[in-house]
T-cell receptor
Framework: RKEVEQDPGPFNVPEGATVAFNCTYS??????FFWYRQDCRKEPKLLMS???SGNEDGRFTAQLNRASQYISLLIRDSKLSDSATYLC?????????FGTGTSLTVIP | GAVVSQHPSWVICKSGTSVKIECRSL??????MFWYRQFPKQSLMLMAT?????????EQGVEKDKFLINHASLTLSTLTVTSAHPEDSSFYIC??????????FGPGTRLTVT
């Protein structure tokens, strides 16, 4: 079983739509959680850390549910520039486990 | 966020030669850095964990004698691809971990072995 499972998509949504990605992790001892964004042929960039209390950064909201071991990312009012692959990352000790990434394309 | 640089950004080399890639954390100290490889349209694959002052920890299937890692200081880790072959052509990305366990990635090195 993979440490982190993520729906690869692709998600194709119109501009202005709200889209949500989910990610599940297998190890309940996991300590830290993150969402990264990766554009084609570029390195991943940290989008936001994810906390149990939930956190919001502009149009982006991240949630962590430790009981169910899943992480979510909600993007409101999608922009064309949001098109990318979104990776969920789980940290346990000195190890980081990556989801396979969810591809998002925002369509005009 | 923190800044990680990587050099070179791209390199073309002949089969059998060695290539050295540098990864630097510019505005923070990183006791731990990671080296990844990514093939087109695939996920990042962790190759090794680089710990300052000690030997790197390699993932299963990654040859430590082929991919030499040196983490001699808190801001620099190097990956040397020895005796490169065309199948080593890939996008190599390093990352550095902060004290708060956030990972920041370098811009990557695109290696083409001819």
């Amino acid at each position: 079983r993979k440490e982190v499972e993520q729906d690869p998509g692709p998600f194709n949504v119109p501009e202005g739509a709200t889209v949500a990605f989910n990610c599940t992790y297998s190890n309940s001892a996991s300590q830290s959680f993150f969402w990264y964004r990766q554009d084609c042929r570029k390195e991943p960039k940290l989008l936001m850390s994810v906390y149990s209390s939930g956190n919001e950064d502009g149009r982006f909201t991240a949630q962590l549910n430790r009981a169910s071991q899943y992480i979510s990312l909600l993007i409101r009012d999608s922009k064309l520039s949001d098109s990318a692959t979104y990776l969920c990352v789980v940290n346990l000790g000195n190890q980081f486990y990556f989801g396979t990434g969810t591809s998002l394309t925002v369509i005009p | 966020g923190a800044v990680v640089s990587q050099h070179p950004s791209w390199v073309i080399c002949k089969s059998g030669t060695s290539v050295k890639i540098e990864c630097r954390s510019l505005d923070f100290q990183a006791t731990t850095m990671f080296w990844y490889r990514q093939f087109p349209k695939q996920s990042l694959m962790l190759m090794a964990t680089s710990n300052e002052g000690s030997k790197a920890t390699y993932e299963q299937g990654v040859e430590k004698d082929k991919f030499l890692i040196n983490h001699a200081s808190l801001t620099l880790s190097t990956l040397t691809v020895t005796s490169a072959h065309p199948e080593d052509s890939s996008f190599y990305i390093c990352s550095a971990r902060t004290d708060s366990y956030e990972q920041y990635f370098g811009p990557g090195t695109r290696l083409t072995v001819t």
